[in-house]
C-alpha cells in the first residue's frame, strides 16, 4: 500500500471538505453523525480554524491519509492529547472507495510511529460493536480491547455499544 499521512495545514480546507460531503452517508452508517450544521461552508471553514488551532497548541494532531497523487483518502487523528499522563486518544475514518484495502492499518502504523517520536506512551480509541472493520484495524495494531459499554444506543435504526481499546508502547526496563 503505497500512502502517507500528512498533518492537516489550511490549505486542506477545501479539498477535506470535499471528501467529508463525499463520505457523509458512508461514515454515518458506522460512526455517530456529525449533524447537519458541520456540513455547511461556513461552519466548516471554521470549524476547520479551531482544528488547526487546537493543532498549534499541541492538544491534537491532524493528519490526511494520501495517496501518491495526493488524493485524501481517509483522516487519522490524535485528540485530547494529555501531556502529563502521556496519553492521546485516536480517530480515524476512511472514505468508502477506499475501504477494505488496508488503508486505514496501514495510516495507523504510520501514525503509531509517529506516536513514539511525540512522548505519547498510551492511545486510547472507541468504536461500535458494529464497526468490525475499525475492531480489526486496532487490533491488528496492537490495540487491546479494555471495555464495552453496558447501555445500547441506537445509531440509524441498530442497537450498538461503544467498545474501548488501548495502545501501549513498548517500553524496555533494561
Known sequence: MNLFIERLTGVD???LYKFELENRNFFE???PTRGDDYYKPEVFKIRH????????????????????????LGRI???????????AH???????LHTGKGVAKKALELLLEIVGQQDV?????VTTTNNIASQKVLEKNGFKQTACDV?????NGQKVKFIYYRWSSQVSNC
Open 13 to 15: 480546507a477545501e479539498d
Open 29 to 31: 452508517e458506522t460512526v
Open 49 to 72: 480554524e479551531t482544528l488547526l488551532e487546537e493543532q498549534a497548541e499541541g492538544i491534537s494532531s491532524f493528519y490526511l491519509i494520501k495517496d501518491v497523487n495526493s488524493s485524501i
Open 77 to 87: 487523528n490524535l485528540v485530547d492529547i494529555d501531556v502529563t499522563h502521556k496519553i
Open 90 to 96: 485516536l480517530g480515524y475514518r476512511v472514505g468508502h
Open 121 to 125: 506512551k498510551q492511545v486510547k480509541a
Open 151 to 155: 447501555e445500547e444506543f441506537d445509531m
